[in-house]
């Protein structure tokens, strides 16, 4: 199975800072990366896929980037409604795994 | 509007088993492929499994392989999912989730259905 690192576990920052949270897996899974968003008790919403590119209606200060095994989330201005826990999962291969998470919190 | 409603969710106790269902409308479900992914209480997601569109295609997590049983009707629009020999480590949120195959994600989410198994 792939495994998903992700790093910070969670990370505290103020409105307007940016933000970047990595994704690492275990072996080469070329773009096969998405990134989730997940408020307290809401389902996730699907933010980036194929890892860089956003879904529809996604604001334009989230972005993606990376290949093969290293991967990254960023948030350029971090505003208020984004504090949430965010989590990469691949789609290279199955079964689907997700990375453990991180908690994003505002200053 | 897209939605996915889980419903079958409950108190079980462990060795009993569970048949969750899931209600889809507002996409063309039969272009999707299917997926039940959980979320144990404080903890992150984990995929259990999923289904072509067309069900020729199945996949099951280790973890449940065996006990569990996937299952859809495109006639109907909806998932399912039979559950068997629960254990307590099935304890979690499940939802039913639409992939997206264009774009290779977990495109639509539904609430969740909550399951705990505990004697």
């Known amino acids: 199975d792939i495994q998903l690192t992700q790093s910070p576990s969670s990370l505290s920052a103020s409105v307007g800072d940016r933000v970047t949270i990595t994704c690492r897996a275990s072996?080469?899974?070329?773009?096969?990366v998405n990134w989730y968003q997940q408020k307290p008790g809401k389902a996730p919403k699907f933010l980036i896929y194929?890892?860089?590119t956003l879904q529809s209606g996604v604001p334009s200060r989230f972005g993606g980037s990376g290949s093969g095994t290293d991967f990254t989330l960023t948030i350029s201005s971090l505003q208020a409604e984004d504090s949430a826990t965010y989590y990469c999962?691949?789609?290279?291969?199955?079964?689907?795994?997700f990375g453990q998470g991180t908690k994003v919190e505002i200053k | 509007e897209v939605q996915l409603l889980e419903s079958g969710g409950g108190l079980v106790q462990p060795g009993r088993s569970l048949r969750l269902s899931c209600a889809a409308s507002?996409?063309?479900?039969?272009?999707?492929?299917m997926h039940w992914i959980r979320q144990a209480p404080g903890k992150g997601l984990e995929w259990v499994s999923g289904?072509?569109?067309?069900?020729?295609?199945?996949d099951y997590a280790d973890s449940v392989e065996g006990r569990f049983t996937i299952s859809r009707d495109n006639a109907k629009n909806s998932l399912y999912l039979q559950m068997t020999s629960l254990r307590a480590e099935d304890t979690a949120l499940y939802y039913c989730?639409?992939?997206?195959?264009?774009?290779?994600?977990?495109?639509?989410w539904g609430q969740g259905t909550p399951v705990t198994v505990s004697s």
């Open positions: 989730v639409a992939f997206n195959n264009y774009v290779e994600g977990f495109e639509y």
């Open positions: 507002g996409f063309a479900f039969d272009d999707y492929a």
């Open positions: 289904i072509s569109w067309n069900s020729a295609n199945i």
């Open positions: 072996q080469i899974i070329n773009t096969y």
């Open positions: 194929a890892a860089s």
């Open positions: 999962q691949q789609s290279y291969s199955a079964p689907w795994t």
